[in-house]
């Protein structure tokens, strides 16, 4: 998810309050940014039994710009990987 940078500790902890886990992302040892100047948080929830009131929640955290869950946004997903799954 992104996060302005504003502040940035206060949303981190506000995460950790509420068991999400958040993993500031970084690239070559330093935080990544965002084109727009943000940061991303990398949640590790495991399955998500309630997308839209996780998508709720976190976008009521302050300090969140937009969360990654596309939701009623497609109805199809295609992944690729490695291997073939049959």
């Known amino acids: 998810m992104e996060i302005i940078p504003f502040g940035y ?8 309050k509420a068991g999400m886990n ?3 992302r970084q690239k070559n040892g330093k935080l990544f940014i965002t084109d727009s100047g943000n940061y991303i948080v990398d949640l590790h929830l495991g399955t ?4 839209r009131e996780l998508s709720v929640f976190l ?4 300090g969140v710009v937009e969360n990654g869950l596309f939701l009623k946004i497609s109805h199809l ?5 490695a291997t073939r799954q049959k």
């Open 48 to 51: 998500i039994e309630n997308p």
């Open 77 to 81: 997903v295609i992944m690729a990987g």
């Open 59 to 62: 976008n009521s955290v302050p």
């Open 22 to 24: 958040p993993v500031l």
């Open 9 to 16: 500790t206060h949303t981190v902890r506000s995460l950790q």
